[in-house]
């Protein structure tokens, strides 16, 4: 059973979802406040959380922020539907995935299958082998990445993006590409989720001494990670 956790108030949502997601081999626990919700997600026991922004007590983003220190677990935020500020807050402090209210509970599945396989797949060592690009190393056994030696914290979904650009280092990949190897999942209309995370990336890896970026915007192409001249 994939163990997950929802932090949501709406009781009736998540009664809904329990029901039907145990039909998907999913164990839910539901917790409808934000204080309990960051509690009992820092334990480590669950497999994926979803996380409601708009929460009593503590809001999901304030869960969130103060979850990520504690744990990888991957979060995919339940967001209004079309405000992109929502969405790129979530994404900016550590959410996997987002998915807009109302949404169809058959997307969720395959939104939480898409995770799980990602970080499953991830989690072998054979997956892919160590890379290292100048000074950035990452290692897909240890799911570690450092720059200078030194540890850069990364999301589950932030080291994803950044394995699928090192191993095409030099040449461009589509946000369709990154979205299909690093989230699991096809590229949706108005979906931010890529190019939040390759944000993240820069802020998080910063750029070289001269300025020079490390991940450049390719326009109508995606983005390229780029050797250091």
């Known amino acids: 059973m994939i163990r997950l956790l929802i932090v949501d108030d709406d009781h009736e949502l998540t009664?809904?979802?329990?029901?039907?997601?145990?039909?998907?081999?999913?164990?839910?626990?539901?917790?409808?406040?934000?204080?309990?919700?960051?509690?009992?997600?820092?334990?480590?026991?669950?497999?994926?959380?979803?996380?409601d922004v708009m929460l009593p007590g503590l809001d999901g983003f304030a869960v969130l922020r103060g979850l990520r220190p504690h744990t990888d677990t991957p979060v995919l935020m339940l967001t209004a539907r079309g405000?992109?500020?929502?969405?790129?807050?979530?994404?900016?402090?550590?959410a996997d995935d987002y998915l807009p209210k109302p949404f169809n509970p058959r997307l969720l599945v395959a939104r939480l299958r898409a995770l799980l396989r990602r970080r499953r797949e991830s989690g072998t060592e054979s997956a892919y082998s160590r890379l290292q690009?100048?000074?950035?190393?990452?290692?897909?056994?240890?799911?570690?990445?450092?720059?200078?030696?030194?540890?850069v914290e990364l999301t589950s979904a932030e080291f994803e993006v950044l394995a699928v650009l090192l191993r095409a280092v030099g040449h461009p990949v589509?946000?369709?590409?990154?979205?299909?190897?690093?989230?699991?999942?096809?590229?949706?209309?108005?979906?931010?989720?890529?190019?939040?995370h390759v944000s993240n990336l820069r802020r998080k890896l910063g750029a070289w001494p001269d300025g020079q970026t490390r991940i450049e915007t390719i326009r109508g192409a995606g983005y390229q990670y780029l050797r250091h001249a």
């Open 15 to 51: 009664e809904m979802l329990t029901e039907y997601l145990a039909a998907e081999d999913f164990s839910v626990s539901a917790i409808h406040n934000g204080p309990d919700g960051l509690t009992v997600a820092r334990s480590g026991s669950y497999d994926l959380i979803v996380l």
């Open 83 to 94: 405000d992109d500020i929502d969405t790129i807050v979530g994404l900016e402090l550590g």
């Open 133 to 151: 690009v100048d000074n950035i190393v990452l290692d897909p056994a240890a799911r570690r990445v450092t720059c200078d030696g030194a540890p």
């Open 174 to 196: 589509s946000r369709e590409n990154i979205s299909r190897e690093a989230l699991g999942r096809p590229l949706q209309p108005f979906d931010r989720s890529v190019d939040m």
